[in-house]
């Protein structure tokens, strides 16, 4: 699956490079401003922190939270396998493992709260893209989509009910694999949002700090925009472009939204006459961003082992 990413990532960069002016793309990326990118790094790590935090208070509602700074680093780790893998599910999959191996709590506990994490998360990103399509709707102008050929609904439609058909085979075939596992996980997730519901002020902080994480996302963005353009930027047309960006970037067929996030960019942001080079830079400087912090956890994954300390109440 990786790999399957990896050559959707490859064929699509190179696709949409060989579409542009090599000369135009490289004068773009030598007049790069370096404090606009390390503002796109440090907004990463305020964005890596808030999640940090979220998680870190429903390890405290399942009773498997040690501190802080553990979540932190778990939270950085999952980063790098979200980025080098396939997304959100292999990410907390994989901070549940390692957290269940460094302190022998319950896996499908540990499950439990990544679920309420992103349940959490979810409300936040529907709120933000509520709030993203009224200032859109109230901002932007009128975009007329010249040269765009769209997939026929049929086709998709098709494409989605095989998948679908697929995975329901897959299920009742391999059904004795994961089906105890999953009735396991349903207790603990029950016990769980039974205990969330008794603290509804940590529900709504959660809630809160997860907009958070979605306008540093787009802060992201905009900072590598920023490095990169010379020309001036229309930024309040331009803002509720970010959000979508973003969204695009996260469809699991790429490494790290690595192609799918250039196209997007490159698509939406030429009709506010950015061009065609300097989305595709600006694109690149975010993916890199990523990829640093994704390094960074491999990092702390390598050197393994955290704090052998007993877990908060």
């Known amino acids: 699956m990786r790999a399957l990413a990896l050559v959707v990532s490859g064929v699509a960069l190179v696709l949409i490079a060989r579409r542009l002016d090599r000369i135009d793309l490289l004068q773009q990326l030598k007049q790069m401003r370096p404090l606009w990118f390390l503002g796109a790094l440090g907004a990463f790590l305020i964005s890596v922190s808030l999640?940090?935090?979220?998680?870190?208070?429903?390890?405290?509602?399942?009773?498997?939270?040690?501190?802080?700074?553990?979540?932190?680093?778990?939270?950085?780790?999952?980063?790098?396998?979200?980025?080098?893998?396939f997304g959100a599910a292999v990410s907390d999959l994989a901070k549940a493992t390692l957290y269940s191996r460094w302190f022998g709590f319950p896996v499908p506990r540990l499950l439990a709260a990544s679920v309420l994490d992103r349940s959490t998360g979810a409300l936040s990103t529907i709120l933000y893209a509520l709030a993203t399509l009224?200032?859109?709707?109230?901002?932007?102008?009128?975009?007329?989509?010249?040269?765009?050929?769209?997939?026929?609904?049929?086709?998709?439609?098709?494409?989605?009910?095989?998948?679908?058909?697929?995975?329901?085979?897959?299920?009742?075939?391999?059904?004795?694999?994961?089906?105890?596992?999953?009735?396991?996980?349903?207790?603990?997730?029950?016990?769980a949002a039974r205990a969330l519901r008794s603290r509804s002020?940590?529900?709504?902080?959660?809630?809160?700090?997860?907009?958070?994480?979605?306008?540093?996302?787009?802060?992201?963005?905009?900072?590598?925009?920023?490095?990169?353009?010379?020309a001036p930027i229309p930024w309040v047309e331009l803002l509720w472009t970010f959000p979508v960006i973003g969204l695009m970037a996260s469809v699991p067929i790429t490494i790290s939204g690595a192609g799918a996030?250039?196209?997007?960019?490159?698509?939406?942001?030429?009709t506010f006459g950015i061009t065609s080079a300097t989305a595709f830079s600006a694109s690149l400087l975010t993916l890199s961003v990523n990829l640093l912090w994704a390094a960074a956890g491999a990092v702390l994954l390598w050197r393994g082992g955290a704090d052998q300390s007993s877990p908060e109440s």
């Open 134 to 191: 009224g200032y859109g709707l109230w901002a932007a102008p009128r975009i007329h989509w010249q040269g765009v050929e769209w997939v026929p609904v049929g086709k998709i439609a098709l494409g989605l009910g095989i998948v679908l058909v697929i995975m329901a085979v897959l299920a009742v075939v391999f059904r004795a694999h994961w089906l105890p596992a999953l009735r396991r996980f349903w207790l603990e997730m029950s016990k």
């Open 261 to 270: 996030r250039e196209g997007a960019a490159i698509l939406l942001w030429t």
């Open 201 to 230: 002020g940590v529900a709504l902080a959660a809630v809160l700090v997860g907009f958070l994480i979605q306008v540093m996302v787009s802060v992201i963005l905009g900072c590598c925009l920023r490095a990169v353009a010379i």
């Open 51 to 85: 999640s940090s935090w979220r998680w870190h208070q429903m390890l405290k509602v399942t009773g498997t939270a040690i501190n802080f700074r553990t979540s932190w680093r778990l939270t950085l780790i999952g980063h790098c396998f979200s980025a080098l893998f």
